[in-house]
């Protein structure tokens, strides 16, 4: 089969790999009818995430057709359209039983490299290093699915993949995000970021009653789409941090927002001093993580207020104002998302009409553009906010089409 595989900081090329086989009673092969490209993604091909292999297979947001099951699946059989949570749950261990997927004990054979880095080992995850398990990931045309019976849900007929492919991670996310932000009516919610995870988060908080939502952010067709599903939207300067709080402070009545969410993480932009800080300690491989925005995100909380982070972050943070959090008494939530969660009530609200996932797609291209898309999505070029890949479609020259544009379909 093909599949886009990974060969080391931005260098992924489009292979012929074996085709993956039931490995385990609970697995499914799955026959992937349309994937994904994530912002986690990108922190792979920038190579920041430890214990990737040359060889491995990336991808983590996808959905397709059952072809194979093993003898234990008992919730789906050959034929069932399915999509497909990022992270690899048991169903079965003390945290999968209270619904802490991604702090699933049973599913990372690896578990013992995130053990020494974090104190407990970490779940497993699709096409995301051999510390999260080495799993293949589904940027193929096919892919083994482990714990079958916990993770995958069928979707109905009439819903498009393009409605339901991100209930794998993206809608969930920005979901359990304003969740996280502990999001109430009437409340006003900063949100740092109007990629995937910032936009449906901003969309997720609404959904949530927030009366005002504050999208940061400096790429015009992201803002662009952050103001057509109702956000206000401050264009930050990147070498000026006072400027974002004090039009932050004047949208506030000079409190702060109510709760700030980081839908950025590790790879922040910005050329403030401190900016350039993060940078060349990265640079010289003396940090993991350019954490300005959760700095930002602290800094302009209102007391007692909440943080929320959905953006990744890798290790350990430099200049990481703690004090403030403490002396405004800040409420921190963040993570993984525990995706089995929140999967069935979000197809509820597609399937009623509250909401369209499909409205971020600018671009849906074969698998084998994967290396170029990888490029367009990572320099944000060509108006690109999303990209969606069909695994069997043949190659034609550049961009092949746009699904939906974000002006036509917000
Ligand atoms: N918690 C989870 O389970 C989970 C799941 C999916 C994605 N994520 C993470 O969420 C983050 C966002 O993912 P995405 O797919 O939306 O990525 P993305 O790269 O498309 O979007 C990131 C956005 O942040 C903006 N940005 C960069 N620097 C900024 C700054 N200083 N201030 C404000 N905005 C800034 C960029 O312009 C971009 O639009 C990533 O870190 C990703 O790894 C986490
Ligand atoms: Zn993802
Ligand atoms: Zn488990």
């Known amino acids: 089969m093909k599949a886009l595989v990974w060969h080391g900081k931005h260098h992924v090329s489009v292979d012929n790999v074996p085709d993956p ?17 994530c912002g986690s993604d990108l922190h ?23 072809v194979a099951a093993g003898k234990s699946v008992s919730n789906l059989k050959v034929g069932d359209r399915v999509v497909v ?47 999260f398990g080495g799993f293949a990931g589904g ?17 109905p007929a009439h819903l498009p993949d393009e409605m339901v492919l991100f209930l794998s991670d993206i809608f969930p996310t920005g979901y359990m995000a304003a969740e996280n932000a502990q999001v109430k009516p009437g409340d006003t919610v900063a949100i740092w970021g109007a990629g995937p995870v910032g936009l449906f988060a901003a969309k997720s908080a609404m959904l949530m009653g927030a009366e005002k939502v ?9 803002i662009n789409l952050a103001q057509q599903i109702g956000c206000e939207v401050i264009n930050f300067e990147a070498d000026n941090d006072e400027n974002l709080f004090d039009q932050l402070k004047e949208k506030t ?51 007692g207020g909440t943080v929320s982070v959905p953006g990744v972050y890798a290790g350990f943070l430099d200049k990481f104002p703690f004090g403030a959090a403490f002396g405004k008494g800040l409420t921190f939530k963040m993570g993984q998302t525990h995706t089995q969660r929140y999967m069935r009530p979000l197809l509820d609200h597609i399937e009623k009409g509250d909401i369209d ?17 990888y490029e367009t999505f990572k320099h944000k070029q060509d108006g690109c906010i999303k990209v969606v890949m069909k695994p069997f479609e043949e190659k034609t020259a550049g961009k092949v089409k746009d699904f939906m544009t974000a002006e036509s379909n917000a």
Not at 262 to 290: F, N, Q
Not at 357 to 373: G, K, Q, R, V
Request: glycine share 8%.
């Open 21 to 37: 086989t039931i490995e385990q009673p609970e697995d499914v092969v799955l026959k992937i009818t349309t994937t994904a490209i």
């Open 253 to 303: 009545n000079g409190r702060g927002p109510d709760s700030c969410i980081d839908a950025v993480g590790m790879e922040a932009h910005g050329t403030s001093p401190g900016e350039i800080y993060d940078w060349i300690k990265m640079g010289l491989r003396l940090s993991t993580d350019r954490p300005n925005v959760l700095r930002q995100a602290i800094q302009a909380c209102r007391k």
């Open 139 to 155: 940027q193929a045309q096919y892919v083994r699915v482990p714990y079958a019976n916990t993770g995958p849900i069928q979707v």
């Open 85 to 131: 949570p990022f992270n690899i749950a048991c169903g079965h261990c003390w945290f999968c039983k209270k619904n802490l997927f991604s702090a699933c004990d049973e599913s990372n054979p690896n578990g013992e490299i995130s053990e020494k880095l974090y104190g407990q080992p970490a779940a497993g995850m699709f096409g995301y290093s051999h510390m």
């Open 44 to 66: 792979l091909y920038d190579g920041l995430i430890q214990t990737m292999e040359s060889g491995d297979i990336m991808g983590h947001e996808f959905m397709g057709e059952v």
């Open 357 to 373: 996932p499909s409205f971020l797609i600018t671009h849906s291209l074969p698998l084998d553009s994967a290396p170029e898309a």
């Open 214 to 222: 504050i999208i940061i952010e400096n790429i015009p067709e992201r």
